[in-house]
């Protein structure tokens, strides 16, 4: 079945420093996601991605669909202590369910 | 309104007990999703209705576990006999099909399911 491999599993940085996470996958998507979720809450969606070669920012986040519509980054930019938590990457074929990652856990050191 | 709603928001349970999750989905969304997420990793896709009609069940959702949503309201999330490797937490999400060019699946909080 359709699999995303997304890296790093885990970072442990300083506040203030720059955040770079990415996501590919064996199958094609016309769509890629990225979401945070918090503990003991539901994922929220960060930035939607619809063309690939797509950059689209929300913020101080900045992600990319890939050219080849396998593979997609999330950037944040000047860390801040509330960018602590679980960030998914998402891709969605058809019109039904998403595939997700399996996370990039983001720790900030104050 | 105030997003998807799930209820219980925890439940343990011993083995071999049934179990039933509920979903309120956002008022005006057609399509309700559910998902299951185990420590450590991303949501699973389980299944997904459209209105009333459940749509596509994934090979996760074995025959112990069965979802409705008999009004295309709230749904229900039944898992019979559980087993111990049931336990994670079962995510709801919904959204709406019509308009925009890309209608976000919105998710609840979860129900955390302990098998003991």
């Known amino acids: 079945g359709q699999q995303l491999n997304q890296s790093p599993q885990s970072m442990f940085i300083q506040e203030g420093e720059d955040v770079s996470m990415n996501c590919t996958s064996s199958?094609?998507?016309?769509?890629w996601l990225w979401y945070k979720q918090d503990p003991g809450e539901g994922p929220v969606l960060l930035i939607a991605l619809y063309k690939a070669g797509e950059l689209t920012s929300n913020g101080r986040l900045t992600a990319q669909f890939g050219i080849t519509r396998k593979d997609s980054f999330l950037n944040i930019s000047a860390s801040i202590p509330s960018d602590v938590g679980i960030y998914f990457c998402?891709?969605?074929?058809?019109?039904?369910?998403?595939?997700f990652g399996s996370g990039t856990r983001l720790s900030i050191r104050p | 309104d105030t997003g998807v709603s799930q209820d219980p928001r925890h439940k343990i349970t011993k083995r071999g007990q049934n179990v039933t999750f509920r979903c309120d989905p956002i008022s005006e969304h057609n399509r309700l999703y559910w998902y299951r997420q185990t420590l450590g990793q991303g949501p699973e896709f389980l299944t997904y209705?459209?209105?009333?009609?459940?749509?596509?069940k994934s090979r996760l959702l074995s025959d112990r576990f069965s979802a409705e949503r008999p009004k295309g309201s709230f749904s229900t999330l039944e898992i019979q006999r559980t087993e111990q490797g049931d336990s994670a937490m079962y995510l709801c999400?919904?959204?709406?099909?019509?308009?925009?060019?890309?209608?976000?699946?919105?998710f609840g909080p979860g129900t955390r399911l302990t098998v003991l």
């Open positions: 998402a891709g969605q074929g058809g019109a039904s369910k998403i595939i």
């Open positions: 199958s094609i998507f016309n769509t």
């Open positions: 209705f459209q209105n009333e009609a459940q749509l596509e």
């Open positions: 999400a919904s959204r709406k099909t019509a308009g925009g060019l890309y209608n976000e699946q919105f």
